[in-house]
């Protein structure tokens, strides 16, 4: 082999190592692309993405809707309305963060709402 092929096949040796041996970062799709090996959540019938979403009542909503519970509102993604069966009419509504008992005990973190005004929903 002439000096002029090993010069060559020695830099062709050199940069397909380099490009073997690169410490680049791994390319990722963004946007409303999704990696297969991801777990997906479902809704009903639809997939969706449980960093912007979350499923209430069968439903994908924002992780940032909230709902009225008596004269308070609540992160539907989050905390839930329950009942609240005590002796006081105005107060009759507590929420408790998702997943909870709705009959247990009122705890420190849980608000107790009082009846929406008349006319006003739930």
């Not at 990722?28 to 019938?45: A, H, I, K, V």
Request: charged share 20%.
């Amino acid at each position: 082999m002439t000096p002029r092929r090993c010069i060559l096949a020695v830099l062709a040796a050199v940069c397909i190592l380099l490009l073997l041996c690169s410490h680049a970062a791994p390319v990722s799709p963004t946007g409303t692309q999704l990696l297969l090996c991801q777990s997906q959540e479902r809704c009903g019938d639809q997939f969706y993405d449980p960093r912007q979403d979350c499923c209430y009542d069968d439903a994908m909503v924002p992780l940032g809707r909230t709902r009225k519970c008596g004269n308070c509102t609540f992160r539907v993604c989050f905390e839930q309305c329950c009942p609240w069966l005590v002796n006081r009419p105005q107060e009759s509504f507590v929420v408790k963060v998702k997943g909870q008992n709705c009959y247990s005990a009122v705890s420190s973190d849980d608000r107790v709402c009082g009846r929406s005004k008349p006319g006003g929903t739930l």
